[in-house]
Each structure stands twice: as C-alpha cells, then as structure tokens.
C-alpha cells in the first residue's frame, strides 16, 4: 500500500472500513510509524451531525471529535503491513476533556501520540485542535482483533424462504436500521461502518438515511388530515 503523504480521502478508505458519511477524517499529514499520527477534518455547515441548540451557532458534538481522533489513531495502526485484516476495538477512553465547541468552517487538526504498542493492543493519547487552540483531548485503549473481509456475517439458516440467490433485506424501507441495532444490543453507527461493499441508498426528503418509521407516521398524519378535511 502506497503510504505517500499527504494520504487523500480515497487513500485513507483504503486503510479504514469506514466510508461517508460516517469517515471523519479529510487527509493524513503525518504518519511515523509506531509514534505518532496527524490528521485534517474540515468542518462545514451541512455535516450532518451538527448540533443545533436554541440560540447557539452550530458545533459538531464532542462525541463526534473524540470518534475523529479514534480514526485517526486507526490510521496509525492499520496503515502496518501486519495489521491488515483487523480492526481496533475500543477497550476505554479516559480523561477526555472538551475544551472548546467546533464550528462549520474550522479546521480541525488531529493528532495521535502512541503511549504504549503491543502486538494486539495499543494505548494512544490525542487531541483535536482548532487555530492551535485545544478544542477536546483525552487517552485511548485499543485492542486488534480478526474480522471477516466484510466485517459483518449474518445467520440466516432460520429465515424460511432464503438460500442462495435470495435477496434479503438487511435494513432499508421495510426495516428501519435503528431497530436491527436496537435488537444487535448495538447502535445504527455501528452497523453501518461495518458494511464495506454494499452500496448505501438515501432518503431523500427525510433528515436521517431509511428513517422509515417517521415516513409512515408521516403519511398516516397526512391520511387521517385529509379524511377530516373531506368529512
């Protein structure tokens, strides 16, 4: 794998399962192996997880900075040869501090410092800064684990109907991805990170991607309007 600095938003899709909306991380500056890592998030205004408080310009939240530095702290252990085929899972975030909000228009410079380094686990500590100015910073546990090409394996040995050449429906229209992770003990963000090599189909029209729940109350909203209006 070429490794040639700066890594773009396609070289670091290479290195990460992630992919958009839920890749955070716009460009790698600095990698030294084993020691330490920057990387680049732009923020603009249509991010889709901007927080909008009453009276408050728009920041993007402190849990989605602290998920910046995990993939860029992600970065610095998969871009090695013999990690290739694992993922980092989080073992524990201690003393992470959010200093100051994040805006659309800034530019977040991330980095990641590694403390300790073993075989299958990893302490790093890292922080996001805006203008040189600390905006969140904190330490992180990671173990390395082996996972599957596509990072998700369903049983469906008990669906009556399914085999070999069926189609079956994941999450989408009919299955809202909340529910799945509800029912996984697990969150939607999740669920969907793990996914590399299926296309992702939108919503159009409705805030959150296959949010079917709120489509059909919507209609049944408007359905019961019109049925008052005609009587």
Not at 79 to 87: C, V, Y
């Amino acid at each position: 794998m070429d490794l040639s600095l700066p890594l773009d938003y396609s070289a670091i899709e290479r290195i990460l399962p992630h992919r958009y909306p839920f890749l955070l991380v716009d460009r790698i500056t600095v990698l030294e192996q084993d020691k330490r890592i920057v990387g680049i998030k732009n923020v603009s205004l249509n991010e889709r997880y901007l927080s909008h408080d009453p009276g408050e310009p728009p920041a993007l939240p402190p849990t989605i900075l602290t998920e910046c530095i995990a993939q860029v702290g992600a970065i610095l252990i998969l871009s090695k040869p013999e990690n290739r085929g694992r993922l980092p899972f989080f073992m524990g975030i201690d003393r992470v501090r959010y200093r100051r909000p994040v805006h659309p228009g800034d530019v977040v410079e991330i980095e990641a410092r590694v403390k300790r380094l073993r075989s299958r686990m990893g302490q790093l500590s890292g922080f996001a800064r805006v203008n040189g100015r600390i905006a969140v910073d904190g330490t992180m546990t990671r173990v390395l684990g082996r996972v599957s090409m596509d990072m998700l394996t369903i049983d469906l040995s008990n669906h009556p109907g399914s085999g070999i050449g069926s189609r079956v429906e994941l999450w989408g229209r009919h299955v809202p991805v909340n529910e799945v992770a509800r029912r996984a003990g697990t969150i939607s963000y999740e669920l969907l990170c793990n996914v590399k090599r299926v296309p992702f189909i939108y919503e159009t029209g409705i805030g959150k991607a296959w949010d079917h729940c709120a489509a059909k109350e919507d209609a049944a909203n408007a359905s019961i309007t019109k049925r008052c209006a005609a009587g």
